[in-house]
């Protein structure tokens, strides 16, 4: 019987590098390296209830959160895979203080941000946790195009640009000059979604062959939210407009398709991808709750800004609620948090009319 063949995730790599005549595959090679790591940290996930990779590795990250052994193992999967690859300059991750440099001589052109276990806390639990990913051109290129090398003068001859590693600088960039961000989502499949800037597109892993196969093309969330997903076990720690909107969400308006159902796992990819595919805003607004924390707890350089680029590449929208949109917030430091509301475009209108205190 004939099985038309699946279009694999390098295939579309090869197919969007293709639509840029000038690129060689700087973006695409990085890509591809991205995605070993992700098989990588999948089958490791996938074991974690047998194998003795439960439990505490007794060390805390930077967020003074217990790093689970998981954390780690993805954390230095994916450190050392990129900092060989040939394509990154420099990264930073959730689970380092300090930026992260490349190997001496495997410098690249682009920077990588990521957080390698989001929603750690829930492995235990056997709930959906993710990897999410940011990349942008280092700030010593001269913007060119975001899937090759710079060329040379010469013609053919090829240099990637800039030969020493990059800086803290190269990484706190706006989120509007990401060139690609996404994730992979580690729940009853594992599948990837990312965007470069031309839509938003689904992978999913099939473990059997070992393959990312195209199963969500051109992904667009719903314009109106059905779900709302906030820890409501803040209220008490909100301003009186972030609670007038969620009390506000919970009334009834059949007509206006109110009360929204409450969804909301404690896992920011899980909550993120349902809220993308089936419609929904997500909250994690400014709270009072923890005063080291007043922006609330998300952070942007590699959960906030490439979240954003894949909900607006979706048709969504992502703001802070305090009059910014995530993808224009200009970067401070590497582990900046901010207030992130993001999810249906019609829904986070709303949302900021009313934290802004229109309504
Ligand atoms: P809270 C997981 O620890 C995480 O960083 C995100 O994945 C998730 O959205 C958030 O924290 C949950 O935080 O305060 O609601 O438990």
Redesign the pocket.
């Known amino acids: 019987m004939y099985r038309p063949l699946g279009i694999t995730v390098s295939r579309h790599i090869m197919d969007l590098q293709r639509m840029h005549p000038e690129a060689t595959g700087d973006l695409s090679g990085l890509f591809n390296e991205l995605i070993v790591a992700a098989k990588t940290i999948s089958a490791e996930v996938n074991m974690a209830g047998l194998a003795d990779v439960l439990g505490m590795s007794g060390k805390t990250n930077i967020q003074g ?1 217990e790093v689970q052994k998981l954390d780690e193992f993805s954390n230095n999967t994916i450190k050392k895979r990129m900092a060989r690859c040939g394509y990154v300059c420099v990264m930073t991750s959730e689970e380092e203080d300090d930026i992260i440099p490349v190997s001496e001589g495997y410098e690249g052109k682009y920077t990588l941000a990521f957080d390698p276990l ?5 492995i235990d639990v056997n709930v959906s946790i993710g990897t999410i990913f940011s990349i942008h051109r280092r700030k010593s290129d001269d913007g060119e195009p975001s899937f090759g090398r710079r060329s040379t003068d010469s013609g053919d001859e090829w240099q990637s640009a800039g030969d020493e590693g990059g800086s803290a600088e190269d990484l706190l960039q706006k989120g509007n000059r990401q060139v690609a961000a996404g994730y992979i989502i580690y729940g009853s499949s594992t599948m990837l979604v990312f965007t470069t800037g031309e839509g938003v597109h689904g992978f999913t892993l099939d473990p059997s062959v070992g393959e990312f196969y195209l199963s969500h093309p051109d992904i667009k969330i719903p314009g109106k939210s059905k779900y709302f997903s906030v ?1 409501e ?2 209220y008490t720690y909100w301003d009186e407009n972030m609670r007038c909107y969620i009390d506000y969400l919970k009334e009834q308006d059949l007509e206006g398709g109110r009360p929204y159902s409450s969804r ?1 796992i ?4 899980a ?1 993120f991808h349902r809220n993308l595919i089936s419609g929904g805003i997500f909250l ?1 607004p400014k709270d009072n709750k923890n005063p080291a924390k007043p922006s609330g ?2 952070r942007l350089l590699y ?1 906030a800004a490439p979240l954003a680029f894949v909900v607006e590449q979706a048709g969504g929208r992502a703001i802070t609620g305090d009059g910014r949109d995530i993808l224009e917030i200009e970067p401070q430091e590497l582990h900046q948090r901010v207030p992130l509301i993001i999810g249906c475009r019609y829904d986070v209108d709303e949302a900021e009319d009313f934290l802004s205190g229109k309504r």
């Open positions: 959160e989001d929603g750690s806390s829930n820890n076990g803040n909301y404690g896992s920011l990819v909550d994690y707890k998300l959960e």
